[in-house]
């Protein structure tokens, strides 16, 4: 069974700082793996979905890596803005299907001015 | 504009009377999901369905319906409303199969007393 864990649950910067969210999923047969961004409120968006043959996808200032030997997935965000403030998620298929993902219960970030 | 869209987005509701949340995409997406998201546990999958006449459980399915007769509309319904329902709910498609990025809908929030 697929668990994924996220690691703070909350966190509070600086804006311009750069950080790191992280992601831990404890099957590492995946074939990808997603990070979402959701405001207050509001629906998840799909931020980037890294495939098992990736190590990194990267969206303007949005990295995301994936060692899949190691069971983790990072989300680096660059010089951070308060428009970065929401939480982030992250998800991975559940183990043997291609039909159903776990996700975690997500990182809320502030980015402070 | 590519979307999935809910309704109603807000519901107040009491115990026993049946209710209907609709979701319709318009991306000719096969893939469609439900989930509900509470405090504390995170995004949890309800039903899914692979494609029209094709549906299966996902991890809360108890107490809920659904039914897929049209590609882009997938609603979900509570036959009998109990309060542990109450909560907020998304549904969210894909081009193929879950695995896939996902893409939500705003989100309905059911309150059930």
């Known amino acids: 069974k697929q668990e994924v864990t996220q690691i703070p649950a909350a966190l509070s910067v600086p804006e311009g700082e750069n950080l790191v969210l992280n992601c831990s999923f404890t099957d590492s047969a995946i074939y990808n793996l997603q990070w979402f961004r959701q405001d207050p409120g509001k629906g998840l968006t799909s931020l980037l979905l890294?495939?098992?043959?990736?190590r990194e996808q990267t969206s303007g200032r949005l990295n995301a890596s994936l060692d899949k030997s190691s069971g983790r997935s990072t989300l680096y965000i660059a010089a951070s803005q308060p428009g970065d403030s929401a939480t982030y998620l992250c998800?991975?298929?559940?183990?043997?299907?291609?039909?159903?993902?776990?996700f975690g219960t997500g990182t809320r970030l502030q980015v402070t001015l | 504009e590519a979307q999935v869209t809910q309704n109603p987005r807000y519901l107040i509701t009491v115990t026993g009377k049946k209710l209907t949340v609709t979701c319709s995409q318009n991306m000719n997406h096969e893939y469609m999901s439900w989930y509900r998201q509470d405090p504390g546990l995170g995004l949890r999958q309800i039903y899914y369905s692979m494609n029209v006449e094709v549906t299966d459980k996902g991890d809360v399915p108890e107490g809920y319906k659904v039914s897929r007769k049209e590609k882009r509309n997938f609603p979900l319904i509570l036959e009998s409303p109990s309060p542990n329902q109450t909560s907020l709910y998304f549904c969210?498609?894909?081009?193929?199969?879950?695995?896939?990025?996902?893409?939500f809908g705003p989100g309905t929030r059911l309150t059930v007393l």
């Open positions: 998800a991975a298929p559940v183990t043997g299907t291609a039909s159903k993902l776990t």
């Open positions: 890294i495939q098992s043959s990736q």
């Open positions: 969210a498609s894909s081009p193929l199969q879950g695995t896939d990025t996902q893409y």
